[in-house]
């Protein structure tokens, strides 16, 4: 994607083979082999543990991350001191200047937030002029309310029984889905949101924060769950 009004090409990403074993980390593989080109000053928003930066650091000038997770950055900022991170809230907003970045990658990240547009709206800030946006999120079909990852919000009681009772999985639980409500997130998803955020207004509100778009399937991916 863009930050230009009137250019549309793309770029075609290499064959797509297998993946890791975990669903976004094998998103974020993908987003590697599209971001096949020097990126310059490059910014994961919703870094995590920082799969996507370890994966294209060799492409980049800078390497920069940003996730609302504290715990998180603090464990990966002494792992990878070369990468430069930070912690922001819930509203997205970050302390980068505007045009800031070349490159921004928000990888199964944007239906995960409060607010998309808000969001958006502040990487169109920090984007550069003619700077590239690769954004990737689950897409909402016919069969989305089957989707799993809504199950802690339709019926968090079992979900608590099947995770602490039934799998013996206490100590995951409690950092999971118990402690990231300091930060407003149930697991990775905003607390502010019933379920995940399964919607199609992500080409619109791109355009309307001044993003144009390029629409692109990646090669041999199936439908994910978050």
Not at 186 to 212: K, P
Request: net charge positive.
């Amino acid at each position: 994607m863009k930050r230009t009004p009137d250019d549309s090409a793309a770029r075609k990403p290499a064959n797509a083979k297998g993946g890791s074993e975990h669903t976004v980390w094998r998103w974020q593989a993908r987003a590697a082999q599209w971001l096949d080109f020097p990126l310059g000053r490059f910014l994961d928003y919703g870094c995590g543990r920082c799969a996507s930066l370890k994966k294209v650091h060799d492409r980049c000038d800078e390497c920069h991350g940003v996730d609302v997770n504290d715990d998180v950055i603090a464990g990966v900022q002494e792992q990878f001191p070369e990468f430069t991170l930070s912690v922001i809230d819930q509203s997205g907003r970050t302390t980068y200047a505007d045009g800031f970045f070349d490159t921004v990658a928000l990888v199964e990240v944007i239906e995960h937030v409060p607010d998309e547009r808000r969001t958006l709206g502040e990487i169109a800030r920090i984007l550069k002029p003619n700077g590239t946006l690769i954004l990737t999120t689950p897409h909402k079909g016919a069969l989305t309310f089957l989707d799993l990852g809504n199950f802690k919000f339709i019926f968090p009681t079992v979900h608590r029984f099947i995770h602490v009772v039934v799998l013996r999985n206490r100590r995951y639980y409690q950092e999971r889905f118990v402690r990231t409500r300091d930060v407003g997130l149930v697991g990775d998803i905003s607390e502010s949101s019933a379920t995940i955020n399964r919607r199609r207004s992500s080409t619109s509100a791109l355009r309307i924060c001044g993003l144009s778009v390029t629409p692109s399937i990646f090669p041999g991916c199936a439908p994910s769950c978050c």
